[in-house]
């Protein structure tokens, strides 16, 4: 099979692409290489077709999806931060850009989407685990686009014959995830600090919690849901570990596994944060045949090994 991965070169979505060839599928990627880094794409044992072109672009699009089987799309501007001060930038990105694929797909017959999106489209809900049938409450522009994107994934597969799956990750974690950016998600921002003998930042008073996902999970719940039925197409779905664990635990357990004893700084709290996060994921399991299989314990020392090898 041949699949197109936009922003394959970036975190997930070089995992992803890996994943894809470990299987034997044909690859193409599109990027933009705003965030994403070719050097991520380095040791794949593949012929991979490279597309240099921004997801802002109709015509890129409908040219990177002629004769594929099925697209991940994984392009985005993702950070809550970026969104809040350049919700414009980030909108036209992330909720135009999608549109402009799911179009291309449309003109392109090509069968299946698989969308990423967000927790993060859930906002301060509150419900001690977080299920797919909740009223949703997006407290940033990030989540609100998201949120669109979902949308659209209706649209089109119910009127526009382009079945689409939207994944919502929650705190996704693990090798390739660039600890030196301004927004750098948590686990490789501490980690890179505590490498260093510093303290880790806490925005807040760290008792705010999140369902950290292992990327392996991610990958294996994207290529499940390019195998599901048609009928699970149209729906989003929670795709994250099923635990709970607070920053101030996290630090703990990157103490144990560096030999550290490094406490937080805490700062004020971020504008947009979401208090805490824990998912149901039944729906994923049922419908799409997929559940994870690392623990959080082993993905994070997974990532520390692979930050420590690539600092």
Request: charged fraction near 20%; charge should be negative.
């Amino acid at each position: 099979m041949r699949y197109l991965v936009t922003g394959g070169a970036g975190f997930i979505g070089s995992n992803l692409v890996r994943g894809l060839v470990e299987q034997g599928h044909q690859v193409r990627i599109i990027d933009d290489f705003s965030s994403g880094h070719v050097t991520n794409l380095n040791g794949i044992d593949a012929d991979l077709e490279v597309i240099e072109g921004d997801i802002t672009n109709l015509d890129t699009l409908i040219d990177a999806t002629e004769w594929v089987d099925g697209v991940f799309h994984q392009a985005a501007i993702p950070a809550v931060p970026r969104s809040i001060k350049d919700p414009i930038r980030t909108n036209a990105v992330n909720v135009t850009g999608t549109l402009n694929l799911l179009e291309a797909c449309r003109k392109n017959k090509v069968p299946r989407v698989v969308l990423a999106s967000s927790s993060s489209v859930y906002g301060n809900v509150d419900a001690d685990i977080t299920h797919e049938g909740l009223n949703l409450a997006p407290c940033s522009p990030y989540a609100a686009q998201k949120l669109a994107t979902e949308a659209l994934t209706k649209a089109y597969t119910e009127t526009m014959e382009v079945g689409v799956i939207a994944l919502r990750y929650f705190n996704v974690f693990g090798p390739f995830q660039d600890p030196m950016s301004d927004y750098a998600a948590v686990i490789p921002a501490f980690v890179r600090r505590m490498l260093q003998g510093q303290r880790p930042i806490i925005f807040g008073d760290g008792l705010q919690s999140r369902d950290f996902t292992f990327v392996g999970d991610v990958v294996a719940a994207n290529i499940a849901s390019m195998q599901a039925p048609s009928e699970a197409c149209g729906r989003p779905y929670n795709i994250a570990c099923g635990r709970r664990t607070s920053l101030l635990e996290l630090v703990q357990s990157l103490n144990t596994i560096l030999g550290t004893e490094l406490d937080a700084e805490h700062q004020d709290e971020r504008a947009g944060d979401v208090k805490h996060s824990l998912a149901d994921i039944s729906r994923a399991q049922t419908s799409l045949s997929w559940a994870p299989e690392v623990s959080f314990e082993e993905g994070l020392r997974r990532t520390v090994e692979w930050i420590r090898g690539n600092s």
